[in-house]
């Protein structure tokens, strides 16, 4: 196994990094690399680079030790690096971000909780209590609180179950008092075209928001 | 040793103070050694309706302070022999002179000698409602069938929930207006439950026993025909672990013939 592959995609050119290979083996095998395809070129053509490193993050050091090799030949250059893994903790706080949250037990007046993502609720919401989350809300138990989706200002967010007893629902920068006799028991609330909150009924929320329903796939 | 409980609500004017005086009272008469403990600074009005306020010397800012030892800020209330004391709150100190950490210390030091210690917390949940709550191993939350003092009481139970008592927060729901109850007026005490999801400790009437007696100085508890007392007795049973039934508080539906010959006017 070589510790640098050249490769031609359809997209232009890539650099294999073994992953087994150590930083030093890289960079002698990649000095020898460039000295060769520089040699071969006659015309001093810009190419640019994309960089695969595997199963290897690369650090900040070790991304300075490859580019130090590329600045021997200004006609070189690197355009990404990309690896086919990522770091846990970043990775985690995405998938917190996206994932639905189990909410339950009583919120009761004067409390608030707070998520990031979407939120199906199994608990009780009492008056004067706050649910708010970046994401959607999906309500089971009683709500006689205030519900707040796409805190940080998603058109996109949702509300959908029961809201007939709540006092107040919010989405990105719209609200709505609720009056307590012109809602049905199940609910889809949601922005229209018209920047508008309004309501419709639970079986049409697969069409207007789809992506709801292909999370995982689009993860 | 001692158990110490807060009688709190959140909203002002629903009987706290009238509630710790009657279950202290229902208490001692029950034979049990009760020490009443008013964290109203500045508004106190425990002793008042006990009667007791002529016999004040030192308060409990007093006694956090050092100016004078717990037993000589004491009332014995002298009706119950030796069973009933109060602890007054100071009239003229600021609202803060007093921290949770006096009042846990004044509560330990007596808890040795009492049953029970019944903690009145002042309205609102500043200062010292903190107060009243850090003495106290459990909570006794009063509310009336009003939303507002149910939405109070809410609020109560999740901050007292937060807290790690030694018993959960239980309810009383009080002043009862029966007639509204009836014909669906007012919040039932099912709905009230519920909603505030811990359990009932017990319900009190609205009486007008209840003002008259405290203006006299004396607790409606020491009535036994009254039908608040009835529901302060119940309490203090359910308190110490009897197993009382709830009170029947439907009211009789009164006659025709009846009305003819005991009209009120």
Redesign the interface.
């Known amino acids: 196994m070589e510790a640098v592959t050249l490769k031609g995609r359809q997209s232009g050119f890539e650099l294999q990094l073994a992953s087994e290979a150590s930083l030093d083996e890289i960079t002698a095998a990649l000095t020898t690399l460039l000295a060769r395809v520089a040699g071969d070129t006659k015309d001093q053509e810009h190419v640019d680079f994309v960089l695969e490193t595997g199963d290897r993050l690369l650090n900040e050091d070790q991304a300075k030790a490859v580019q130090t090799v590329f600045d021997t030949y200004p006609q070189f250059a690197i355009k990404t690096i990309h690896a086919a893994v990522a770091a846990v903790e970043p990775l985690r706080a995405e998938f917190a971000a996206k994932a639905t949250h189990l909410v339950g037990g ?1 919120l ?4 608030e909780a707070d998520y990031s993502g979407d939120v199906l609720f199994l608990g ?1 919401l ?3 209590a706050t649910l708010k989350t970046t994401g959607s809300i999906f309500v089971m138990g009683q709500v006689e609180g205030l519900l707040i989706a796409g805190t940080l200002g998603d058109q996109e967010a949702v509300i959908v179950g029961d809201i007939s007893r709540a006092a107040q629902i919010r989405i990105a920068d719209t609200l709505e008092i609720i009056d307590k006799n012109s809602y049905t028991a199940q609910t889809t609330s949601y922005i229209d075209d018209l920047h508008a909150l309004v309501h419709g009924k639970v079986p049409a929320l697969a069409k207007l928001r789809p992506k709801l329903f292909r999370k995982l796939e689009e993860m | 040793m001692g158990t110490s409980l807060v009688v709190t609500s959140g909203k002002g004017g629903v009987g706290k103070t009238t509630t710790t005086a009657n279950i202290g009272t229902a208490l001692a008469l029950q034979g049990k050694k009760v020490c009443l403990m008013d964290l109203d600074i500045g508004l106190r009005n425990l002793d008042v309706v006990l009667g007791l306020s002529n016999r004040i010397i030192y308060d409990i800012v007093d006694v956090a302070s050092g100016r004078a030892k717990v037993h000589q800020a004491l009332i014995k209330d002298k009706r119950f022999d030796d069973k009933l004391y109060v602890l007054p709150a100071a009239q003229n100190a600021e609202k803060d002179s007093l921290e949770p950490d006096q009042v846990k210390a004044i509560v330990d030091e007596l808890r040795p000698e009492f049953d029970y210690l019944i903690l009145d917390s002042p309205a609102g949940i500043e200062q010292g409602f903190r107060n009243a709550v850090e003495g106290a191993d459990g909570a006794i939350v009063v509310t009336t069938p009003e939303i507002s003092a149910v ?2 009481a ?2 109560i ?3 007292l ?1 937060q807290r790690d008592m030694v018993y959960p927060p239980r309810l009383i729901i009080n002043r009862i207006r029966q007639h509204m109850m009836a014909d669906g007026r007012s919040m039932d005490i099912d709905e009230i439950t519920q ?1 505030l ?1 811990i359990d009932l400790l017990g319900i009190v009437v609205d009486d007008d026993g209840v003002i008259a007696s405290s203006n006299k100085g004396e607790t409606v508890v020491m009535d036994p025909d009254d039908l608040a007392s009835q529901g302060y007795r119940n309490i203090a049973r359910r308190l110490l672990g009897e197993s009382v039934p709830l009170m029947n508080i439907e009211q009789k539906k009164v006659g025709f013939w009846h009305r003819l010959f005991h009209h009120q006017g």
């Open positions: 009583v009761r007046s004067g409390q009780d009492h008056r004067g | 939405s109070d809410d609020r139970v999740g901050l929930e909603h999801g």
